[in-house]
């Protein structure tokens, strides 16, 4: 008897042990799987930034080139293209700057829109169950954003600090993104940055030629945004006529107090910051940069 | 048949034996033990860099300019004290997101600390222990020429900035400036 209390306090004693090694190990693993992820990313990010520098300083022999490279992709990786994400460019975001300025109907609908449209499904939003939250959010950034300017502070979207904790909780979510997004998977959500930005100099007007995904779907519908996308792929950029033959074939109608052709822009003004995810597979980690090209 | 006791010469002999063995194994128990202490403080310390090169990374990645632009963003104090303007991105609190004002500096109890600085708030971060001096050293273009020099020029950002702490390790960090290591032409 006294054998078996000795010998199962012996093996209590090594499985603790080992419990608290093994506890010890794993955790260094994590935090050295988790740096190199960052580095990994961290260096994606930097190497497309200075491959976009290099893109923007190249002549228009270079342009030709890459018209051929993309219509080759196309046909290969139509459906990953279709809504990629690495590049995002300012012009193809959409601008709020407006609403902190006057009352802008159009905007403010796009705005909504475009919240519901990528955010409705989060846990956040649906865990909040609440009617007409994104209107409710919305008045709450613009309150925030006029704060801003009238104490002559910087209107940047993460500096925005709104009055109900709850609705700055979400909005904080919304501005995180989910740690992964993959939207060909249908995987997470991309941050509010990635959608909307804040700019005093330019109009609220979407480039065509680089409007998102999640964008062209708020302006019109989800068929009509893989449309203009695919048509983009395929010829290097999206012309009016086709545009309208898009528009005519799903039968767009606009309504009285939201048209989306309001916002659309055909000509392209050369971007001068360029804002890139360096995404690491492995570990999913995520680094945004935005570098002045 | 009569059982025989054991002798005094086997129970000695087996005692011996066994303190040989245990002998053996306690310094090898020892031993493993005291590399254990080695290497876990070793990977203590490997840890702590990794997360000083992480951490100050992104920091001088998303150096930009105040929204006074006639400040620099980045200066050496008197005290060698690094300040320096960057993007802190998002952060719970909103008066610490975006573009904020961070210090770099060795305090009396040997830690190198990053603070944050947002109109009357502070916020301090212990990025590595155990430092006694740093020293930082900046890359700058100096007609067609890049040298090391231990101040800032006035109106531009250097390209690299280099820490060295207790003239022990060195970390070098890339900064997104005017005057770029690599120069892209463009084609005629």
């Given amino acids: ?293 | 048949m009569k059982k025989r006791a054991i002798t005094l010469i086997e129970l000695f002999v087996a005692l011996g034996l066994a303190s040989i063995i245990l002998s053996i194994l306690f310094s090898y128990f020892v031993q493993t033990t005291r590399i254990d202490i080695k290497i876990s403080s070793a990977k203590k310390e490997v840890l702590e860099r990794q997360y000083l090169q992480t951490k100050l990374k992104q920091v001088f990645a998303s150096i930009s300019y105040p929204a006074d632009s006639k400040k620099n963003a980045m200066f050496l104090s008197s005290k060698n004290y690094l300040y320096f303007f960057f993007d802190n991105q998002i952060d719970p609190d909103p008066d610490f997101s975006g573009k904020v004002m961070g210090k770099l500096a060795v305090n009396k109890e040997k830690k190198l600390i990053l603070s944050i600085y947002s109109k009357n708030k502070k916020r301090k971060e212990t990025i590595l222990n155990n430092v006694n001096q740093a020293k930082y050293d900046f890359l700058v273009k100096d007609s067609n020429k890049y040298l090391w020099k231990a101040s800032i020029p006035d109106e531009d950002l250097p390209c690299i900035v280099k820490i060295s702490l207790n003239n022990d390790f060195t970390f070098a960090f890339f900064i997104d400036s005017e005057q770029t290591v690599v120069t892209y032409l463009a084609s005629k």
């Fill in chain 1, 1 to 293: 008897m006294n054998i078996l209390v000795t010998i199962s306090t012996i093996l209590l004693i090594l499985a603790l042990s080992t419990q608290s090694i093994l506890s010890k190990r794993i955790d260094v693993e994590k935090i050295q799987i988790s740096h190199s992820g960052n580095m990994q990313a961290q260096r994606k990010a930097y190497n497309l930034c200075e491959k976009n520098l290099y893109k923007s300083k190249k002549g228009k022999k270079a342009e030709s080139s890459k018209k051929n490279n993309t219509t080759i992709d196309s046909k290969t990786k139509k459906t990953i293209h279709v809504k990629d994400k690495v590049e995002i460019h300012g012009c193809s975001q959409l601008n709020i700057y407006p609403l902190f300025l006057e009352e802008n109907k159009n905007t403010y609908e796009l705005l909504a829109r475009l919240i519901k449209h990528v955010y409705k499904d989060t846990s956040t939003f649906k865990n909040a169950n609440e009617k007409n939250l994104e209107y409710k959010l919305i008045d709450q950034i613009i309150l925030a954003g006029k704060n801003l300017i009238k104490n002559k502070q910087d209107v940047e979207l993460p500096k925005l600090k709104l009055q109900n904790e709850k609705y700055q909780q979400l909005y904080y979510r919304m501005l995180k993104g989910t740690k992964f997004y993959d939207p060909n998977k249908n995987i997470g959500v991309p941050s509010l940055l990635d959608v909307i930005t804040i700019n005093s100099s330019t109009s609220n007007r979407i480039c065509i030629q680089h409007a998102s995904y999640n964008i062209l779907s708020s302006l019109f519908n989800k068929k009509i945004a893989e449309k203009i996308i695919k048509n983009r792929l395929e010829n290097n950029k999206i012309t009016k006529e086709d545009f309208n033959k898009i528009l005519e074939q799903e039968n767009i109608v606009t309504q009285r107090d939201f048209n989306p052709l309001e916002f659309i822009s055909f000509t392209h003004k050369r971007d001068s910051y360029v804002t890139v995810l360096g995404i690491d597979e492995k570990t999913q980690i995520t680094i945004r940069k935005t570098k002045k090209i």
